[in-house]
């Protein structure tokens, strides 16, 4: 059985969108990266597919003690769903966003189910969908420059790919409200006040404070830290699954709507949304 369900050499994947490596010089660390810094690090589907088999990779390989996911540059961690892309093959396609969305919930599952505590290391803006994925990491550290942000109401969308779910039980309801409503920027400092993340360090030291952390985690056994994650993962766990089904079938449906045309095309064309039009259009 041990030569039956193991990890691979990373390079054997030969991913595109993103980076995968087992570090020699932390040994027990894997760090995945979202590598697609022209584009703020967005995720596409291959992108969505990529991070499920290097979950699953690190998953499967008892040499990985912790997970650190980042992103490449450090401008962005990652601002969420490319939205090119979105406006190309799912805006008007709801059985298309369909399966986009299905890959975004399986990357959820095999990062949250990975069996191994992870860390987000937020090097760069944390937007939208990018702010899903650190929420769905056990810890973060940020630089303190960065900031976290979500979009979605301002774009056309509803955040209920994690954020919906998650950020009233990281950050109590009244504040969940104010990020998920204002779509206004919060400041690393915030960020760590309201407990988004666990560290917040000058940019400079941010890799220094991640090894700290991974070397931390790795000392700890493994069977134990594991079933602590499993126990901690129930609150998530029941707010994911009581609700992403429906929100998966609502927002494939809402690519057919008015605001989700106008919120991504204002986007790609980099021009205000036009609220106003909008409103006086459902009229």
């Not at 990266?33 to 967005?42: D, G, I, L, M, W």
């Not at 979950?55 to 769903?81: M, P, Y």
């Not at 605001?259 to 095309?265: L, M, R, S, V």
Request: one cysteine or more.
């Amino acid at each position: 059985m041990s030569d039956y369900i193991t990890g691979r050499d990373p390079a054997s994947f030969a991913f595109e969108k993103i980076l995968y490596e087992k570090h020699a010089r932390q040994q027990g660390r894997a760090t995945v990266t979202f590598n697609r810094p022209e584009v703020y690090n967005a995720f596409d589907f291959q992108t969505l597919r990529e991070l499920i088999r290097a979950f699953e990779d690190a998953s499967w390989d008892d040499s990985v003690a912790v997970v650190v996911l980042t992103g490449a540059g450090d401008r962005a961690f990652c601002t969420g769903a490319d939205l090119k892309e979105q406006q190309e093959h799912c805006v008007g396609q709801p059985q298309t966003y369909w399966k986009w969305m299905g890959a975004f919930m399986e990357a959820h599952e095999k990062l949250r189910n990975i069996g191994k505590p992870t860390v987000a290391r937020l090097n760069g803006m944390t937007v939208g969908g990018g702010n899903e994925f650190n929420m769905s990491c056990d810890l973060a550290v940020a630089a303190d420059d960065i900031y976290i942000r979500q979009v979605g109401t301002a774009r056309g969308s509803v955040p209920a790919g994690g954020a919906t779910q998650w950020l009233p039980l990281i950050v109590g309801d009244r504040r969940a409200r104010e990020i998920l409503m204002m779509c206004e920027e919060i400041p690393a400092a915030k960020a760590l006040e309201w407990g988004l993340v666990n560290r917040v360090v000058p940019r400079a030291q941010l890799d220094t404070e991640t090894d700290r952390m991974c070397t931390t985690l790795i000392n700890k056994l493994p069977g134990c830290i594991r079933y602590t994650k499993q126990q901690l993962n129930f609150w998530r766990d029941l707010s994911w699954h009581l609700t992403i089904g429906h929100a998966r079938d609502w927002l494939s449906i809402n690519n057919l709507t008015d605001e989700t045309k106008e919120g991504i095309a204002a986007f790609n064309e980099k021009r205000a949304v036009d609220y106003e039009g909008v409103r006086e259009r459902l009229k």
